[in-house]
């Protein structure tokens, strides 16, 4: 098993940058999630990684040896995509069984890895059928022994699960996370779900336009988001905007909003503060139980109910914030009533202006 470093990774397609002195430590057994929009160089990542493709600049380790000049075979790598084609004519079993007798393994040792890998998967009694004889669920994991039945040193999963409908992928996810554990190997997983990251990762890197906007523990970037990207992107954010008074912000209309963390900025500099939807408390009266809280009025524009939660649109100078919050039966508030929001400084992030403000 090893980890993977890669450092000051550069490639570029014509003018085009797919990656922009992209530098990330995976450690050895971690489970990363890299994620990022469509086109923001995830799978170019991979592929570098891989050996399939190689960087303008920069340097890639897998175990602290230098990969550069090592053909994919020699990687050591296992590898699983959104279109993971099996050999339709061959069996699950000979699927699974390919990239060892590539390697000229003997039957025998063959026959009781592949077994061993479908066991994992969960397919053990499954080795005779066909691909077109499965679910799509048991192809993905038939895949998936493929890419783990030769001990590759680490895994690089593109998208596995995209095809599959959700209440598949979500037991896929589990299934992947127990079995990433139980092997212990270093995996490298491309997603643009953000809530698949945040579920299965220890780690996550936000890209954007080839650069690595961001990374850490997942509540690490959903507590301390360092730009407006990284705080709408990763979970959803309420973005207020103003100039900084150092510790806060101060809205066009002269409210006073205070950050508990986040960058620290010079007076005066325009900045923003983002505020998870689900750290506002929503209510009709004025009191002051905290005197700290920062405190909006509006009026409700929208509720939607989901259950075990409604969201809450609510209008205030020009800007609709959102509002979760968990139904208890008690809820009376309604659709153009005005309301007060309060939340804590804590809950509030105060981020730098850039160029990510659009
Ligand atoms: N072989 C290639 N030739 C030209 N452009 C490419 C090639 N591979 C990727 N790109 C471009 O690089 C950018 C990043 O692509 P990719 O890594 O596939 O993004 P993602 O996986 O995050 O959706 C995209 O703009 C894509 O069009
Ligand atoms: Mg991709």
Known sequence: MAGV??????????AHKALDDVSIDFADGG?????????????????QIAGFDFPDSGRIAIGGESVERVPVEKRRIGMVFQNYALFPNMSVADNVAFGLSVRGEAKATIASEVQRALDLVQLGKLGARRPHQLSGGQRQRV????AIVTKPRVL??????????????????????????????TTIFVTHDQEEALTMS?????????????EGP?????????????????????????????????????TAIAAGAGATLAAGA??????????IRIGTDSGTSDPNANMLRGQISKRIFAGNNSTYFVDRDGQTIKVIVQNTGVEK?????KVVLRWSPESTVLIAASQDMD
């Open 31 to 47: 489970f990363y999630a890299l994620l990022g929009p469509s086109g923001s160089g995830k799978t170019t990542l991979l592929r």
């Open 143 to 146: 895949a998936l022994a493929r």
């Open 156 to 185: 690089l999963l593109d998208e596995p699960l995209g095809a599959l409908d959700k209440a598949l992928r979500v037991d896929m996810q589990i299934e992947l996370k127990r079995i990433q554990r139980e092997i212990g190997i």
């Open 218 to 254: 997942p509540e690490e970037i959903y507590d301390k988001p360092k730009s407006e990207f990284a705080a709408t992107f990763l979970g959803d954010a309420n973005i207020l905007r103003g100039e900084t008074t150092g510790t806060g912000i101060r809205l066009a209309d002269g």
């Open 270 to 279: 325009k900045a923003s503060c983002a505020v998870r939807p689900e750290r």
């Open 5 to 14: 470093q890669v450092a000051n990774l550069s490639r570029s397609f014509g």
């Open 333 to 337: 508030l309604a659709e153009g009533q």
């Open 202 to 214: 220890d780690r996550i890197g936000i890209l954007r336009d080839g650069r690595l906007v961001q």
